[in-house]
């Protein structure tokens, strides 16, 4: 599933989907301990749907991204203001000259 896609489920369905992709995961490994498994990446694409999926969940337990209400895909509530930081202090010549005479 697309992140947009798992962003319009209800978190009923999010965690229904969470415990099937966690089984689906478990019977892989058995597979793949058994030397019967085909698609060797499919554990890594369901570890990372699930991942999608835990962190939906906590976007909107944090209350970052709530579910709407007409079922398009929320904005962040808020974003931080990015400053440019300011370049390092140069040396002051007093520290330079001390530096030399060392």
Do not use: C, D
């Amino acid at each position: 599933m697309k992140t947009h896609e798992i962003r319009e489920l209800t978190v009923e369905e999010l965690q229904s989907r969470s415990r099937e992709l966690k089984s689906q995961m478990m019977h892989l490994r058995i597979q793949k301990a058994t030397g019967q498994m085909e698609n060797k990446s499919a554990i890594g694409h369901l570890k990372k749907e699930v991942a999608r999926i835990l962190t939906i969940l906590q976007e909107r337990h944090l209350g970052i991204r709530q579910i709407p209400a007409n079922g398009a895909a929320a904005a962040p509530a808020e974003k931080k203001s990015t400053k440019a930081k300011a370049p390092a202090a140069k040396k002051s010549a007093a520290k330079k000259a001390a530096k030399k005479a060392e």
